[in-house]
């Protein structure tokens, strides 16, 4: 495994971040043993990051503690529908409540507005990052602080689901497209075609997993 070696000043969460993107992206395949030491000399961070890291990966279900040591279990066909049916419920709630909810969709709009720049400039990170935003503003919006707590848990995870399924040639366009519908669903307060919207767009994203983990 190669790795290069990030800042002292980062924590377990960067760990966490550079080992999500080697675990999802493939570099790291499933049943790899993570050793403490081996990883602090990697990442040159002390092994207190590297034992952070490793809990939040394992509540994320990337990792696996065994009486050997802790082990990658990567992204099953099972794992995509578990995350994808879990995002399904969760978001389905949260664009409900905040349709019901809303005051202002102008951060949505914010964020919309940024995926359609990334578009344009043909920047999948910056799409990525908006796209992220442009979900969490329904959690947010929702006023649930039970849902959206469970959403920031697995935020992490979709951020770079995403990033690896945009870095496969996705039509960025497209996408933005679709958002643009969905934000306009929303605003329009036509909660039928709302979620049917989410979900034909969650479907997508499941399906693109599914192809970029078999490669």
Same mark, same amino acid.
């Given at each position: 495994?190669?790795?290069?070696?990030?800042?002292?000043? &980062?924590?377990?969460?960067?760990?966490?971040?550079?080992?999500?993107?080697?675990?999802?992206?493939?570099?790291?395949?499933?049943?790899?043993?993570?050793?403490?030491?081996?990883?602090?000399?990697?990442?040159?961070?002390?092994?207190?990051?590297?034992?952070?890291?490793?809990?939040?990966?394992?509540?994320?279900?990337?990792?696996? &503690?065994?009486?050997?040591?802790?082990?990658?279990?990567?992204?099953?066909?099972?794992?995509?529908?578990?995350?994808?049916?879990?995002?399904?419920?969760?978001?389905?709630?949260?664009?409900?409540?905040?349709?019901? &909810?809303?005051? &202002?969709?102008?951060?949505?709009?914010?964020?919309?507005?940024?995926?359609?720049?990334?578009?344009?400039?043909?920047?999948?990170?910056?799409?990525?990052?908006?796209?992220? !935003?442009?979900?969490?503003?329904?959690?947010?919006?929702?006023?649930?602080?039970?849902?959206?707590?469970?959403?920031?848990?697995?935020?992490?995870?979709?951020?770079?689901?995403?990033?690896?399924?945009?870095?496969?040639?996705? !039509?960025?366009?497209?996408?933005?497209?679709?958002?643009?519908?969905?934000?306009?669903?929303?605003?329009?307060? !036509?909660?039928?075609?709302?979620?049917?919207?989410?979900? !034909?767009?969650?479907?997508?994203?499941?399906?693109?997993?599914?192809?970029?983990?078999?490669?």
């Amino acid at each position: 495994m190669s790795v290069e070696p990030i800042a002292r000043v &980062s924590l377990g969460d960067r760990v966490a971040h550079s080992l999500r993107e080697l675990i999802i992206g493939g570099g790291l395949e499933a049943g790899t043993h993570l050793v403490e030491e081996s990883l602090a000399e990697r990442f040159g961070v002390s092994r207190g990051p590297i034992r952070d890291a490793l809990r939040i990966l394992e509540a994320e279900g990337l990792l696996e &503690s065994r009486k050997r040591g802790v082990f990658v279990t990567g992204l099953t066909d099972a794992d995509v529908e578990e995350l994808y049916s879990l995002r399904q419920s969760l978001e389905s709630l949260a664009v409900r409540l905040a349709m019901r &909810s809303a005051q &202002s969709w102008d951060r949505a709009g914010d964020a919309l507005e940024r995926m359609e720049k990334a578009a344009r400039m043909g920047d999948p990170g910056a799409f990525s990052d908006a796209d992220m !935003d442009f979900h969490t503003e329904f959690y947010r919006m929702s006023r649930h602080r039970r849902i959206t707590a469970v959403w920031e848990q697995y935020r992490p995870t979709f951020t770079v689901i995403l990033d690896v399924t945009n870095a496969q040639g996705r !039509d960025l366009a497209s996408s933005a497209a679709a958002h643009a519908r969905l934000l306009e669903l929303a605003r329009a307060g !036509d909660e039928d075609a709302a979620l049917a919207a989410l979900t !034909d767009h969650l479907d997508g994203a499941r399906d693109r997993l599914r192809r970029a983990i078999a490669r």
